[in-house]
């Protein structure tokens, strides 16, 4: 493996500024691989990789959840927990609008807008949680409670089995 020099993305500047323990995670990104790829590459188990979905209610309210990668998200129940009538995945081009990273490099940290973060409840449950770090092929290794200190995250129950 090379040992190309991992990117300074703004969630990785993010993550500096606030003064977060984490570490860098190259690997091969494989287009339309998922959470799947990253996992194999990484040597990891896929609960371990969470996926940052951008998502939307039905006034295109903007949302971020934070899912364990061999798992889907129930939106019926996500909207019924937040309240709302519907949330649906935004397309990739509002999503990268929303978040300011090209889909498959979208991070938690450091996103262009501000919005509300919901995070599966049983991810606090891990010793350690593989978050995309901004850019395809690139992952941020941390502690789930460090991921909670900086995110603030509604936690919720909204997890299916893929």
């Excluded at 500024?17 to 990484?42: C, I, N, P």
């Excluded at 807008?113 to 010793?127: F, Q, R, T």
């Excluded at 290794?141 to 089995?161: C, F, H, Q, S, Y």
Aim: proline share 6%.
């Amino acid at each position: 493996m090379s040992r190309e020099k991992a990117p300074v993305t703004q969630a990785v500047r993010m993550l500096r500024s606030a003064g977060a323990e984490f570490s860098e995670h190259l690997y091969q990104y494989e287009d339309k691989g998922g959470t799947r790829v990253s996992a194999r590459e990484l040597g990891v188990d896929e609960h371990w990789v969470v996926k940052t979905l951008v998502m939307e209610d039905e006034r295109r309210n903007p949302m971020v959840v934070l899912m364990h990668g061999d798992r889907q998200v129930s939106t019926k129940e996500l909207a019924r927990t937040i309240g709302v009538k519907a949330v649906s995945p935004c397309s990739p081009e509002v999503a990268s609008r929303h978040s300011g990273y090209l889909v498959g490099g979208t991070s938690p940290f450091g996103m262009r807008k501000a919005m509300p973060v919901y995070m599966e409840e049983s991810i606090l449950d891990l010793p350690r949680i593989y978050l995309n770090g901004g850019k395809r092929g690139f992952l941020v290794g941390l502690d789930p409670a460090e991921a909670v200190r900086l995110l603030r995250p509604v936690l919720v129950t909204v997890g299916i089995e893929e």
